[in-house]
């Protein structure tokens, strides 16, 4: 059975479940603490040498990298959310790399110094958290109207790039990220989180933390 290896909070994770869930895929998903610091032991270096997730485990074949497990993953089903055609897989690949590269790169800085940084005892990093507001001022109108256009992010079908940016902005809300001037995003995100691929992962993101904050050590 396919395993795979996460952690609730992790939204590059949780995007290879939505997928999985979307497929209708069977599998075991193995929570992976970091916090425990399970990511550094040597039998998960065996799976990710970086000490990374997610990964998966297919009946053995190893695989990291969110983008490119759910690629692997539709691939092998041959499914719709990543065409066959050259040219519709490759626009999907340039906004899914666009939701990787821009988006979810800028709320990881904001995410870390709104929500993790406090939870771990670390110092903000002011300079960071204010580079990920900008870019994310920058680019989330290029993301509205890209979505506006057709009421998904890479045309009118459901693709990878919708999963890859749902993933990217999922704790939008968590770590104050006002997304109401973008009513695309916001018409868009509702949607999908209304999505049985989703709503198999929890109803949203806070949610989730909450109940790790409620479980953790006082």
């Known amino acids: 059975m396919l395993k795979i290896y996460g952690a609730d909070l992790s939204t590059p994770a949780n995007k290879v479940r939505f997928v999985a869930n979307a497929l209708g895929l069977k599998y075991?998903?193995?929570?992976?603490?970091?916090?425990?610091?399970?990511?550094?032991?040597?039998?998960?270096?065996?799976?990710?040498?970086?000490?990374?997730?997610?990964?998966i485990n297919d009946d053995?074949?190893?695989?990291?990298?969110?983008?490119?497990?759910?690629?692997?993953?539709?691939?092998?089903?041959?499914s719709d959310l990543y065409p066959q055609d050259l040219k519709q897989r490759s626009l999907i690949d340039q906004w899914m790399d666009f939701a990787s590269l821009h988006v979810a790169a800028a709320m990881n800085?904001?995410?870390?110094?709104?929500?993790?940084?406090?939870?771990?005892?670390?110092?903000v990093d002011e300079q960071s958290?204010?580079?990920?507001?900008?870019?994310?001022?920058?680019?989330?109108?290029?993301?509205?109207?890209?979505?506006?256009?057709?009421?998904?992010?890479a045309g009118k079908d459901l693709?990878?790039?919708?999963?890859?940016?749902l993933a990217a902005l999922d704790a939008a809300d968590v770590v104050q990220i006002d997304l109401a001037a973008h009513?695309?995003?916001?018409?868009?995100?509702?949607?999908?989180?209304q999505k049985d691929?989703?709503?198999?992962?929890?109803?949203?993101?806070?949610?989730?933390l909450q109940k790790m904050m409620a479980?953790?050590?006082?």
Not at 129 to 153: T, W
């Open 109 to 123: 800085k904001v995410v870390f110094n709104r929500l993790f940084a406090p939870v771990i005892g670390v110092p």
């Open 129 to 153: 958290l204010n580079d990920g507001l900008k870019f994310l001022h920058r680019f989330l109108p290029v993301v509205d109207n890209q979505v506006g256009k057709e009421g998904l992010f």
């Open 60 to 78: 053995g074949f190893i695989l990291f990298e969110s983008n490119a497990i759910i690629r692997y993953l539709t691939c092998k089903q041959k």
């Open 159 to 165: 693709s990878l790039a919708d999963f890859s940016l």
């Open 183 to 193: 009513k695309n995003i916001v018409k868009w995100r509702n949607t999908m989180q």
């Open 28 to 55: 075991e998903y193995i929570r992976i603490s970091i916090r425990e610091k399970e990511n550094q032991k040597p039998e998960y270096l065996k799976i990710h040498p970086a000490g990374k997730i997610p990964a």
């Open 197 to 208: 691929f989703y709503t198999k992962c929890y109803r949203n993101y806070g949610e989730v």
């Open 215 to 218: 479980a953790a050590p006082k």
